[in-house]
């Protein structure tokens, strides 16, 4: 009451809904910081010994640094408890609707899928979203027209298993999941947008982290890092997890028949506070993700191809044909530096750079002839090479004034599509006088079948 400073005073900085919880000490100045804070509204509360704990309702909607001033009393003897109707920490002034997904919140549900478990963990705990094959969701009312915003970096791509990699959750430290009609800074994308705050390292005085393992049905097994360390300067955040499965991507059948897949994942964050005022932040992610294609019953047996005696499978080059033995491979690289200046106590100024780029390889069977599926379903082989880069940069301008936020901003961005394919006709009936076969199965005179591919 009189003023004087509290040192290694309990800072707790608290949301009852999303289950965010954040601690800090005060020094020997009475001050503290807390960084990395996802914006939403909090329970700020202080303790420490012979003083009454003080606590207030915190808004955080903005980068404009909050400065607060809490005010403690000296405990007294009595213990009065007072009852009140109000919850303000509770009630968002946010207009637009959303959920809010914090880490402690991501350990409690089980998750469907291990190599999209951002996708999973989307679908499971925010209402409007419906789940699809292979971790593609769907926000209610627009069919896939879902975008991510990665620490202001916009990802507009599909995130399924089998167009691009995503980030480990374990880089995660909170979702904002829009549902629908999200603000302009979002981009083109009218449905569902997924705001990702990723986890920090600065002010992490003593180094912390945890080692994960586990196993689980279908041979899947998971091992996994993170380590975050810093100072009040510099901060450094890494992930790092290796996965295997017998089940990647959803079988047609009930069992899972050439469905093996990997997946590898790197996340790094590098913070580094060059002053009050200024900041510089860097993203850095490399994931590659290895599986194969599922057979059904047909291509896992080549039903479609006549047996020898011994019960083997014989194409026309009269050799063996085996099983189908489609795979795929996709590599994924993210770059994303940032730079934030405060300008003044109600505005601050945001600028960054992204690069990501996802390499797409797509390889048929060793013998061709075993890609030939059942009638009218597959007629050829194929592989495929492709790529896809995004590159842009986005700025914005924020204000702050009372209850009151204005957010001003330019982004571009360019992407570069290449796309290779190569095919191979295997039916000896597809193409008439081109096979080696008519319709009716009989040979044609001068062909040779086994130069068909």
């Not at 903005?62 to 009065?80: D, E």
């Not at 909170?174 to 999200?182: K, M, R, T």
């Not at 599922?294 to 099983?323: E, F, H, K, M, R």
Request: with cysteine; hydrophobic share 35%; charged share 10%.
């Amino acid at each position: 009451p009189t003023g004087a400073v509290i040192a290694n005073a309990t800072i707790t900085l608290a949301n009852a809904i999303s289950g965010f919880s954040r601690n800090a000490t005060t020094d020997n100045s009475g001050a503290y910081t807390i960084s990395n804070i996802p914006f939403n509204t909090y329970r700020l509360t202080v303790t420490a010994p012979t003083m009454a704990p003080a606590s207030q309702t915190v808004d955080v909607q903005s980068f404009v640094p909050i400065n607060l001033a809490s005010t403690m009393q000296i405990a007294s003897a009595s213990t009065v408890v007072n009852v009140t109707t109000t919850s303000g920490d509770l009630v968002e002034a946010d207009p637009v609707g959303h959920t809010d997904v914090d880490r402690d919140l991501f350990s409690k549900i089980p998750l469907e899928s291990i190599s999209s478990s951002i996708s999973s963990l989307v679908t499971l705990a925010s209402p409007g979203v419906s789940a699809d094959s292979n971790g593609l969701f769907h926000g209610m009312g627009d069919h896939a027209s879902n975008s991510f915003s990665v620490d202001n970096q916009p990802i507009t791509d599909q995130q399924s298993k089998v167009f691009s990699n995503q980030i480990p959750m374990d880089s995660v430290q909170s979702l904002e999941v829009i549902p629908g009609a999200p603000s302009s800074e979002y981009g083109g994308k009218t449905s569902l947008v997924i705001v990702a705050t990723t986890r920090s390292g600065l002010g992490e005085s003593k180094p912390t982290g945890e080692v994960t393992a586990s196993y689980g049905s279908f041979g899947s097994s998971n091992v996994g890092f993170n380590l975050a360390t810093g100072s009040a300067m510099l901060g450094n955040f890494i992930s790092a997890n290796v996965m295997n499965t017998g089940r990647f991507l959803d079988p047609p059948e009930f069992h899972a028949i050439h469905d093996k897949g990997n997946e590898e994942n790197l996340f790094d964050r590098i913070d580094y506070q060059v002053s009050s005022a200024n900041s510089i932040h860097l993203n850095l992610n490399y994931t590659r993700s290895w599986f194969q294609t599922p057979n059904s019953y047909d291509s896992q047996y080549a039903t479609q191809w006549p047996t020898n005696s011994a019960g083997a499978a014989i194409g026309p080059d009269n050799l063996p044909v085996g099983s189908a033995d489609q795979r795929a491979q996709i590599q994924t690289v993210n770059i994303a530096p940032s730079y934030t200046h405060v300008i003044n106590t109600s505005t601050v100024f945001n600028a960054g750079y992204f690069f990501r780029r996802d390499a797409f390889n797509y390889y048929p069977s060793k013998n061709p002839f075993a890609d030939l599926g059942a009638p009218d379903l597959q007629q050829e082989t194929l592989s495929q090479q492709r790529s896809l880069a995004n590159t842009g940069l986005h700025s914005d301008l924020t204000y702050t004034h009372g209850g009151n936020n204005i957010k001003a901003g330019l982004n571009y961005a360019q992407t570069f599509l290449n796309e290779n394919f190569q095919i191979g006709i295997v039916d000896p009936t597809l193409v008439p006088g081109l096979g080696c076969q008519n319709p009716n199965g009989s040979p044609i005179p001068g062909t040779d079948c086994a130069t068909l591919q």
